[in-house]
C-alpha cells in the first residue's frame, strides 16, 4: 500500500488549497478513503471520510460546510477541497486507509493559514 499526498502550502486565511493522494497497491475502488490532520502539539484527527462508492461522505464538525472529500476511482486518488481556511486549519494532513484491520498512512503534507 502507497499512499502520497500533495498540494499543501502557504495560503491567508480565507483561502483555498486543494489536496490530493494518489493511492496504489490496493483495489483502490473497494475502500473507504479518509484525511486526517495534526496540529503541533496535538493528537491527529479525522477530518473526512468518504465510501468507496461515493455515496457517503462525514465530516468533522470543525470543517463542516468549508471542507469537501471526493474520489476519483478511474484515477486513484481521493481529493480534500478546502475553502475558507482559517489559521487553526494549520497541520500535516494525511490520507489514509483501514485494510484487512491495518491503517496504512501516507507521509503527509503540510497546510500553513497565516498572513
Known amino acids: 500500500v502507497q499512499l502520497?499526498?500533495?498540494?499543501?502550502g502557504l495560503?491567508?486565511?480565507?483561502?483555498?488549497l486543494r489536496l490530493s493522494c494518489a493511492a496504489s497497491g490496493f483495489t483502490f475502488?473497494?475502500?473507504f478513503m479518509s484525511w486526517y490532520r495534526q496540529a503541533p502539539g496535538k493528537e491527529r484527527e479525522s477530518v473526512a471520510t468518504i465510501s468507496n462508492t461515493i455515496s457517503d461522505t462525514?465530516?468533522?464538525?470543525?470543517?463542516?460546510?468549508?471542507?469537501?472529500?471526493?474520489?476519483?476511482?478511474?484515477?486513484n486518488t481521493v481529493y480534500l477541497q478546502m475553502d475558507s481556511l482559517?489559521?487553526?486549519d494549520t497541520a500535516v494532513y494525511f490520507c489514509s486507509v483501514v485494510r484487512y484491520?491495518?491503517?496504512?498512512?501516507g507521509q503527509?503534507?503540510?497546510?500553513?493559514?497565516?498572513?
Open 29 to 31: 475502488s473497494s475502500y
Open 108 to 115: 503527509g503534507t503540510q497546510v500553513t493559514v497565516s498572513s
Open 86 to 88: 482559517k489559521p487553526e
Open 4 to 8: 502520497v499526498e500533495s498540494g499543501g
Open 11 to 16: 495560503v491567508q486565511p480565507g483561502g483555498s
Open 58 to 75: 462525514t465530516y468533522a464538525n470543525s470543517v463542516k460546510g468549508r471542507f469537501t472529500i471526493s474520489r476519483d476511482n478511474a484515477k
Open 101 to 105: 484491520g491495518r491503517r496504512y498512512w
